[in-house]
């Protein structure tokens, strides 16, 4: 279901709350926001002590962000959270006490039964059952679904190998202010010094995303399994999930391995892929035509390429993903769950 930008003025507009403006995504926000024409009356920005005072622009407004507390919400229609998981916990009861609607892009309510976890262009539906907070899916789990939904509608999909190659954009900004410092650390054959990270992130890769598990798993990982057998409603899913951190800015890789259950062919993935909303085939190998991190800074759509046979498995299919962490990953998802909850009032 394609989300369109809201373009008329004389459509009703509403209060919304950015929790988390200073960071990465919630700046994104609200530049997405500005972007779609999103019918905003008031804009209130909210962070932590830490980042209160700063002012952000929108709409030719400078808007001072404001410390957050569980008053904060008052006469808030819509509050999007980018603020972490702790700061979800504690201040959405508080916005939907307030009669706001949460749109949470931490993991705090990802997996609770009563809260639907939506990408616009795969479950619309799903905001139907909302009762008071809706999740943003991770972003390693996003651009994966998207790629693999008309798939999946129109042949099954009976085993899912992921391998993630993430960008340190994902950690927030001081991920991203260590990369830049470890590089030029490295080139200037200085002291690397590591604060975000366990090891050096410059010039490596990392292979784990947030905590281990007991079972050997990264947090990460299990996130991705959980979630994309929750959104795709199917429990029986098979799915595996490697996750790592690479040296790179913004744009998240997905190397995957698929099991359809009947046959398609090449040409007829394209095709469903190139029909299906928010993605875009990138995949010419003979020109070296492929998807790539750098191409996502501006884009918006997922990118997919080298889709392949396997080579032992006749329904097997590989294929290389690429998305914006930070823009459809997490900030754009969010805003477009916003229009697709207003346009369900009407």
Known sequence: MPILLFMESKLKK???AVLGATGVVGREMVKILEERNFPVQNLKLLATEKSTGVFINFQGEQIKVEKVTTQSFENVDIALFSAGKEASIKFAPAAVKNNAVVIDNSSAFRMKNNVPLIIPEVNPGEIKKHNGII???????????????????FVGIKRIIVSTYQSVS???????NELREQSQAFLNKDKIVKKVYPHQIAFNILPHIDIFLDNGYTKEEIKMINETRKI???NSLKITAFAARVPVFYGHAESVYIETDEYISIPGIKQLLTDFPGVKVIDDPSRFLYPLPIMSENEDDILVGR????LAEENGINMWIIGNNVRKGAALNAVQIAELLILEEK
Request: charged share 20%; glycine share 6%.
């Open 232 to 234: 795709l409603s199917d």
């Open 170 to 176: 994902g950690t927030g900004k001081q991920a991203i």
């Open 14 to 16: 509403y209060s919304v």
């Open 307 to 310: 889709i392949r046979k396997d």
């Open 135 to 153: 999740a943003n899916p991770n972003c390693s789990t996003i651009q994966l679904v998207i790629a693999l939904k008309p798939i999946y509608d």
